[in-house]
T-cell receptor
Framework: SAVISQKPSRDICQRGTSLTIQCQVDSQVTMMFWYRQQPGQSLTLIATANQGSEATYESGFVIDKFPISRPNLTFSTLTVSNMSPEDSSIYLC?????????????FGPGTRLTVT | RKEVEQDPGPFNVPEGATVAFNCTYSNSASQSFFWYRQDCRKEPKLLMSVYSSGNEDGRFTAQLNRASQYISLLIRDSKLSDSATYLC???????????FGTGTRLLVSP
């Protein structure tokens, strides 16, 4: 499977500021995904990012709050804007492996964000 | 009702035991099914995809019952290292969107 890295691995930020999270993959992938895992909860999809097009956001998530870039087939960024304590969460990117009949997704190590 | 439902556990079992987890999903259009494993403070790791005919990987066996919209995971000869949260995940037709259950926590003790 692809090797996925994320930066930063963790951060503590003040409310009202923004943080940009980077996701790097060691191979070219068509689709990248951004998820959030709030404390004690399971994962929720924020948006799907395809190279060369606007990201597609899930219900409850908007571009102004979570702008996403996808400049090439190995890289994406997610920005958490105007942060509040409710944004404290783990943010994970994932990529889809299309080499099999069933498309499997693999996750990066996550970015643990605490907003004070 | 949640789209993917799992018993949160925890399941406390001794080493060597056999343990089974169940999961139900509500969207009959779901097309692909997976079990992920998540260790504390780590990212989910794909354990296995679940095929219609059922599939086995070493000590792990997954079954799918589309008629009942039910997925299972069986772990034989449990190891201490199997202690983790097991996430049942479905993918819905045409969206490549993964929907996660809340997970079942397994604790294997000596």
């Amino acid at each position: 499977s692809a090797v996925i890295s994320q930066k930063p691995s963790r951060d503590i930020c003040q409310r009202g500021t923004s943080l940009t999270i980077q996701c790097q993959v060691d191979s070219q992938v068509t689709m990248m995904f951004w998820y959030r895992q709030q404390p004690g909860q399971s994962l929720t999809l924020i948006a799907t990012a395809n190279q060369g097009s606007e990201a597609t956001y899930e219900s409850g998530f908007v571009i102004d709050k979570f702008p996403i870039s996808r400049p090439n087939l190995t890289f994406s960024t997610l920005t958490v804007s105007n942060m509040s304590p409710e944004d404290s969460s783990i943010y994970l990117c994932s990529v889809e492996d299309r080499r099999k009949a069933v498309y499997e997704q693999y996750f990066g190590p996550g970015t643990r964000l605490t907003v004070t | 009702r949640k789209e993917v439902e799992q018993d949160p556990g925890p399941f406390n079992v001794p080493e060597g035991a056999t343990v089974a987890f169940n999961c139900t999903y509500s969207n009959s259009a779901s097309q692909s099914f997976f079990w992920y494993r998540q260790d504390c403070r780590k990212e989910p790791k794909l354990l296995m995809s679940v095929y219609s005919s059922g599939n086995e990987d070493g000590r792990f066996t997954a079954q799918l019952n589309r008629a009942s919209q039910y997925i299972s995971l069986l772990i034989r000869d449990s190891k201490l290292s199997d202690s983790a949260t097991y996430l049942c995940v479905v993918m819905n037709t045409g969206f490549q969107k993964l929907v996660f259950g809340t997970g079942t926590r397994l604790l294997v003790s000596p």
